[in-house]
Every structure is written in C-alpha cells, then in structure tokens.
C-alpha cells in the first residue's frame, strides 16, 4: 500500500514536498516513480529513483527543480518540488515499480503495478 502526502494549493514559485509511504511491500526493493495528471489530460510520468537512491530519472519540464528522495529506514520517498508553475497543477500519484527496473528505474507507468491514491497540487499564478 501507497500513500502520497504533501499537496495543497500554492502560489507559483514556491516549493513544496511530497511523500509517499509504503507499506505490505519490500520497500527497498523496488524502484520508486511519481506520475501526475492535470486536469482534462493524460497520465504523465514526473520522476523515478532507482531501489539504493543513487539514480535517478526526470521529466525535462522538472529537471533541475524536482529532486526525489528516499528513505530506505522509513519506507518512504520524497519528492521535493521548487519553483512552482501553474503548469505543474495535477493529480500526483506514487508508484512501487517491477524490481525488474529497480537499478534503472522506468519512465513507464505499464511498468509500476502498485500505485497510491493521489494527492492534489494546485500551483496558483
């Protein structure tokens, strides 16, 4: 089970962290990735962190002010986003991928089978 945290409605250019905590699952195993929808489009993939931390994969739009974490003690990984834009207002969702990937962690959402509920960020300009 997943279950993301942190969102809320924010003015642009702010910064605000998101978490996701894992349970039922062997967490350390398994590569870590954050998807999002915005209103009226399509999935998209955000970021994903390989299984130790040591790698990870952006979206062009957020390279260099996303960065993703995580906390193999704790279960739990973050994604800490800066400089907000109102074109990052979306639905966020955390995603356990296939240990197949968990050295190079998948852009795929067909590659991610356990994902959590979702948290709403609203970025306001």
């Known amino acids: 089970q997943l279950q993301a945290y942190g969102g809320g409605l924010v003015q642009a250019g702010v910064s605000l962290r998101l978490s996701c905590a894992a349970s039922g699952v062997t967490f350390s195993m398994h590569p870590m990735g954050w998807f999002r929808q915005a209103p009226g489009k399509g999935r998209e993939f955000v970021a994903a962190i390989n299984w130790s931390g040591d790698r990870t994969v952006y979206e062009d739009s957020v390279r260099g002010r996303f960065a993703l974490s995580r906390d193999n003690a704790k279960n739990t990984v973050y994604l800490q986003m800066n400089d907000l834009k109102p074109e990052d207002t979306a639905v966020y969702y955390c995603?356990?991928?296939?240990?197949?990937?968990?050295?190079?962690?998948?852009?795929?959402?067909?590659?991610?089978?356990?994902w959590g509920q979702g948290t709403l960020v609203t970025v306001s300009s």
């Open positions: 995603a356990a991928g296939s240990t197949r990937y968990r050295k190079n962690p998948s852009q795929l959402g067909v590659n991610y089978p356990d």
